[in-house]
Structure formats: C-alpha cells, structure tokens
C-alpha cells in the first residue's frame, strides 16, 4: 500500500465514520441551519429600508440576493470545533484520540466536511428558492463560479484553523470559549454578515481588505453575484490564502506546544 | 522485601526516576471562592508519581496495585503518551511515550474502563473500521483478527447494535476489541474489569492471558479486584503515594509480609480460650469457627497437636488472602506516614515554642 493509498482510506474511512454519525443528527443539523437565519432577518430589513430608492446603489433586489448568498455562504463555512475542542481537553475526552497514530485534526476535518455533505441539500433549496421568488438573477459564469468556489473554501479554512487555534487555547485557559464569542461578534459586523461592506464608512473599507474578514463572507458573495472583475479576484486568493496559512501554522504550533500541558483528565 | 534488579537491557518498558506533578487550580466553594479565584489564581503541585523506577520484560504481565489516588493510572497515562512526564525517563519499546510517534502508537494500547473510542451513536464495527483504516491493516488480515475477538470475547451479535445501546459489560468487551484490532505488543489496561459481573470478570481475565499467551504481549494493568492481579499476573508493582512500595513475585510478597499461614478448625463443642491459644494466634473464633495464625514452618506440627488435643471435626490449610497483605502493606503506609506528619508537626511545635 502506498503512503497516498493509506492516506486515502484513512480519509475516506474517517469521512465516511462521520457521515453516518451526521446521518444521526439530521435534526440537528436542521435546527442549527435555522439558528443561523441572522442574514435572512437582515435581508428583510435591508428590503424595508430600500423600499422608497435604492441605499446605496442596492435595490430590494440586490439586498436579497446579497443576503441569500451571505445566508449559503455562513451556512457552508459554519464550524463549531471550538466547542468540540473546548470538551474534549477540558474532560479528557481527547485521550483515545491521541492513543491514535493519527493526528486528531482529521477526525475534525472529517466531521465538518460530513456536517457539510449533510447540509448543502438542505440549504440549496430555500437559497434557490428564494432567488428565485426574489427575482435576483446571478451571471453564473465559469469565472464567477469557480472563484465563489475557491473563496468559500478559503473561507472554511480560515474560520476552522482560527477556531482550532483559539480552541487550542483550553490547554492553557478555560475562557477561550468567551475569547471565541468575541471574535464572532466581530466578525458578524466585518465579515459583512449584517450588511454589505460596500455601505461601510470609507475609513473602515480602506483597512478591512487587510484583515481576515471580508473574505468570510462578504468577498465570496460579491464574487458569486459578478461583482469582481479577474484582478480582484487574483488579489482575494492571495489575502485569503496568506491567511489562512497563518491560521494553519499558528495552530498547529500551538498544538505542539499545548499538548504538552494536557492532563489527560478521567478515569 | 525482593526488590527485582532496575531497569535491565532487555527490558521492553523501561522507566527511570518517573516523577509526575500535577499543577491544580485551588478554588474555594461558593461565590467568593469563584471570585477570589478570579483575580487570584493559587495553585499546589500534586505529586502524583515520585521517583518511579522498574523495568519490564517482554511477554511478562505485571499487576499494579494500590489504594486509590496511588498514582497507578497516572503511570499508565505516562507510559502512553497522553501525559508528559515531569521528571525522569520513559521507553516503552525503544520509544519515547511522550514524542507519540506513529511506530509508538501502533505498537500499544491503553484500556481504560470508562467511554473510550467507541462512537456511541453508531454500531461498534463502525469505529473498527476506522480503526482498520487508521492503522492500515489490510483486509484479509481485518477479517482473520476479527474474527479472533469475536471467538474469544463472544461478540457475536454485539458488533452491529448501536454502542449506547451494549450493556456495560459488553461495551467493555466492544472497547477492548477496538483496542486490540491492530494487535499491539504491549497493553496498558487500567481497570478492565471495573464493574463488570462476575462472569465477565472471569471472561475478560481468561481472554488477556489467551491474548497474552497467544501474541506474547507485554500486560501492564492495575486493578481492584485481586483476583484480576492474582489470576494474570506473577509479578506485581505496589505503588503508594506515588511511590513504588514493592516489586517482585506474588509469592514472594506472600512470604516476606506473610509469614503465616491460617489454620481453620471447625469444632464439635466449645474448648477453652487458652486451649487455642496455646496452639497460636487466634485470629477469629466464631462459635466453633476457629481460625489460627501459625508461623509457616510449624504449620504441620500445630495441626497435628490440635488434632490430638481437641474435638476437631474438619481441618483446613490455607495462606493469608492476598487482598489482606495488600491492606496489610498500605495501613503500614498510611501508619508511617501519620508518624512522620505527627513527628513534623511535634517539631514545627517545639521550634514555634522556642521562639514565643
Ligand atoms: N489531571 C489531574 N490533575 C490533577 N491531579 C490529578 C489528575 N489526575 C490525577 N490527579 C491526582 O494524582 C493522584 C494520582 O491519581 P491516579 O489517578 O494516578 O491514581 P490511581 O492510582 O489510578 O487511583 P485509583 O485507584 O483511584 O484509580 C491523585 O491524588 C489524583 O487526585
Ligand atoms: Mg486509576
């Protein structure tokens, strides 16, 4: 067996193991699919405003299909691995994971990437739907696809690593659930979740671009709605890539480091 | 007391001078406490392991006893890479635990009696298949060591059911097949018969000493139940306190802390106080239940002589339960440190009065 084989059937058995625990949790999934509604109230809010003229270039129409995408986007990069590390290392929980000769962020990757299989039907057809109804049409050109594609999963990189690392952080403190929340506050207004970075004040979009933030959700809906031309586009891979490695990197050193500070409580 | 050599070459588990400190976080209860707690942080370093040292040899099963909080678990943590050591050097087959290497992981596994690696939501063959995958064992190969486990462990009907529907008996049977799928060479098992019935016990006992015989794996495991430890082991590790009181055979701690064996006599009528003690220690006499202690080596001659002197109607021979010189072993302990703590506090007290 070669080591890609190996690699393979690890992933695939590990992403399969998750499927079928996700499979269980269908319900679940769906109660948390509503829970993050937040752009979908916004976008009714957005509509009422832009009743009497459009604010600020955005008619109703582009508010709700600005909205709808930010609505799919959080929906496919939504991650909540804090929570599983924050239990995991508080309660001993992570020791038959470390007995493992393989590193436990797979387990994890394998389980949100599952999440995911789950729920993108389930999402797919109110977004489509309400598209539809909205009467937003999208270019859906190869470029505008493929660049939403690419920027979606430099998106989840980005939140999953800066979750894991800040999860992480259990090994030396139990408030790194509080230390999360506010990042996600943050985040909510940067990210363009609660309204698009184009009607931010023009001091705030001159930073923004340099921080992590526009490229959760605000740069993959523009893309998907056609409103980035190839440079910008180029330029979004390479800030969202930088990043995301410095997630990636950052997390893994503070594994390295954390772990050995773990007491492997229980039993 | 025996003491084994330390550590010797051939050893496949070899610890030196093991220390482990647990840093805890004091809280005191309530809300004050909480608050105090969090402008203030006090700490206390918990010794949990001190000073460790002992080797093991490939193939053997080694017991570890001790009262609760000994350490025990602790050590099993540290030989398995889940804990860092504070002080001190650990091999377990040439590796060191802590670096978990791949090779390492492969080559062991830790059994604890409590939720393990089984997904509960799921049936338990689905965890093996990971497992399968994990640790790259080729199908052919799944198959034959499944098919082992489920003979010796009776699974069958077991390994389809949703886990968190599997008693607790026959989840710990599920855990230690998951465990022992990529056949490790070495098993830390901490516990395995924890509140299991007896049936299972006995199971699960005659199962690690098959495993055992069959691969010529290397057996750690700590356990309550002395009949676990008699049973599969010959050599047993007492730790207390952290520190290791005693390493050696079963028998010989038999004989250095039991120098004795009982002498039990059931009676046809009632004899005189005097008359048993003349014979030995009498170590319970109910109603005509008489049970002497005797030095080993006069046994023969005392119960020749009672048989001679008394209404002796049954006789029997037996050696000082085990579990009775293990409590025996940590009562000494506990003694001796209470003397130490007195004789401190006796000190501190002088040296306070010197001073007023
Ligand atoms: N994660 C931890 N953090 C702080 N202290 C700990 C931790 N784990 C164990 N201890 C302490 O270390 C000591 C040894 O614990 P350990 O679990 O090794 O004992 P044990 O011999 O396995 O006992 P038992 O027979 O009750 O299982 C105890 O005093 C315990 O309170
Ligand atoms: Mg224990």
Redesign the interface.
Known sequence: ?TALG?NW??G???F??AF??MT??RAEIVIWMISGSLPLVMMAMWIGLAADGPVGGYGAADFAAYFLVVFLVRQLTVVWVIWELDREIRLGEL????????DPLWGHVADNLAEKAVRLPLVLVPVVAGLWWAGARLPLTFESLAGFGLLVMGAWVIKFFQQYATGLLTFWTDQAVGLERVWFSVSMVLSGALAPLDLFPEAVRGVLPYTPFPYLVDVPVQALLGRLGGAELLQAFAVQGAWGLAFVVGSRWMWRHGI?R???V?? | MRWRPRASLGDVIRVDGLRKVYRVHEKEAGLRGSIRAFVDRRYRDVVAVDDVTFGVAPGEVVGFLGPNGAGKTTTLKVLSGLLHPSGGTVRVAGFEPRRREGAFLRGITLVMGQKQQLSWDLAAVDSFLVNQAVYEIPDAVYRERLGELTEMLSLDGLLRKQVRKLSLGERMKCELAAALLHRPDVLFLDEPTIGLDVTMQQQVRRFVADYNARHGATVVLTSHYMADVTALARRILVIDHGRLVFDGDLSALVEARAPEKRLRLSLSERVDRADLAALGRVHAAEGLEIELGVPRADVARVAAAALARLPVVDVAIEDVPVEDIVADLFAQGRAARAADAVRAAHEAGAAAGGRG
């Open positions: 067996m190996a059937r690890k695939r058995a590990l399969v193991h079928a625990s269980e949790y020791s038959p994971k470390l007995l493992r000769p393989i050995r773990y007491g492997a229980g039993a």
